[in-house]
């Protein structure tokens, strides 16, 4: 039996408030909840158990998976206090089934990659490795942890980020998927938090274990940051990453029962949630619009997300804008780059603008 771990139990600070009240795993991504479409790949490469390392809003991953009927078996692993990757992971074991020198498939819940898991997994049994980590090669390797590799694919070691051009000795990065033999599973500790990054991996480097690097250059994003999250759901609809969950490319994905207007127009690899209305000669580009979403008359959102039951008023502007759930943003208002609105906010028309005005002032001077 071929069994997963997904780490999902982080609270997703960088993408709040979307994830106020929803675990990042589970946000909607071109279309569905993100998890389900890293399950529909765990499926396609003949993984018939998963557990999920949950603990941030945790009884939710059940909720969305209750009514579950595909031919893969879901287990649940909660942590009541933090135990960091290494000893979610290792708690997450204690669920497997599989024998000590089974391999053990593990992702990180907030990546979206393109690497094909099958052979990752004949890469571990190839090389008859302890661990075999997705690297992936960047072009400017200074924003991560670096891990350079002997000419067999062997780790050498685990770099911080680099400072200087010197120090950038390789390109190639840590990339969230890995293979574990399960009897290294079980030696992590399971009594404390452990960081699988700078102290599980490093140490069974140190100790002369074999850690290799299935090195790809696939495509490879993190889906922590608002921008992120909606280049990579616009990215999965136009083709450019690809999901079982996603049937063909396309500029936009409007759900059937969403209510568009003939003039407005939808691109980008845009979403359109359930009931959403979208009003005449509106743009909606690269963007999110969540469920229950009314975009009035003239509106532009660009590379932005509105979550579900909020509404943006007449010839207002977006960009890189999150707007949080049950909110409202008045007519012509502008929304300059990395504004985020609380959950249930309300902004008057003309209330906030990069530009002036020349409405009357309604204080009496």
Same mark, same amino acid.
């Given at each position: 039996m071929q069994e997963a771990i997904i780490l999902v139990g982080g609270k997703g600070t960088r993408l709040r408030p979307l994830t106020n009240h929803t675990p990042k795993p589970l946000l909607n991504v071109a279309g569905s909840s993100f998890i389900r479409h890293q399950i529909a790949k765990l499926m396609d490469a003949g993984v018939e158990h998963v557990v999920f390392a949950t603990s941030y809003?945790?009884?939710?991953?059940?909720?969305?998976?209750?009514?579950?009927?595909?031919?893969?078996?879901?287990?649940?692993?909660?942590?009541?206090v933090p135990l960091g990757t290494g000893g979610a992971i290792r708690n997450a074991a204690r669920l497997l089934? &599989? +024998?000590?020198? $089974?391999? *053990?498939l593990i992702l990180n819940g907030d990546i979206l990659s393109g690497v094909d898991l099958r052979a990752i997994l004949e890469h571990h049994e190839a090389h008859r490795a302890d661990v075999t980590l997705h690297l992936t090669r960047v072009a400017d390797p200074r924003a991560f942890g670096l891990v350079p590799t002997d000419e067999t694919g062997r780790v050498l070691s685990f770099l911080e980020k680099p400072k200087t051009a010197e120090e950038c000795v390789t390109d190639q990065i840590n990339a969230g998927c890995y293979v574990f033999s399960r009897s290294v599973l079980d030696a992590i500790p399971a009594d404390r938090e452990v960081s699988v990054e700078q102290e599980t991996f490093p140490q069974l480097v140190a100790q002369g274990q074999r850690v290799f690097g299935h090195i790809t250059t696939d495509y490879?994003?993190?889906? &922590? +940051?608002?921008? $992120?999250? *909606?280049?990579?759901?616009?990215d999965l609809i136009t083709g450019t990453a690809a999901s079982p969950l996603v049937e063909r490319p396309a500029d936009a994905l409007i759900h059937p029962t969403a209510t568009v207007d003939p003039t407005a127009r939808i691109t980008g690899g845009s979403t359109i949630g359930p009931h959403a209305v979208i009003g005449?000669?509106?743009?909606?580009?690269?963007?999110?619009?969540?469920?229950?979403?009314?975009?009035?008359?003239?509106?532009?959102?660009h590379e932005s997300v509105v979550d579900h039951d909020s509404s943006i008023g007449s010839e207002s502007f977006l960009l890189e804008a999150v707007v949080g759930c049950h909110a409202h943003v008045g007519a012509q208002n502008e929304l300059p780059a990395q504004l985020r609105l609380s959950c249930g906010i309300r902004i008057p028309a003309q209330g906030v603008r990069v530009s002036g005005t020349a409405v009357a002032c309604p204080t009496v001077h």
């Open positions: 809003l945790a009884s939710l991953f059940e909720e969305e998976f209750r009514d579950f009927s595909q031919e893969l078996e879901i287990s649940y692993a909660v942590e009541s089934r &599989g +024998t000590s020198d $089974a391999p *053990v490879w994003r993190d889906l &922590g +940051t608002p921008l $992120a999250f *909606v280049h990579g759901s616009a005449a000669h509106v743009v909606v580009d690269r963007s999110i619009i969540g469920g229950n979403v009314t975009v009035a008359d003239g509106a532009r959102i």
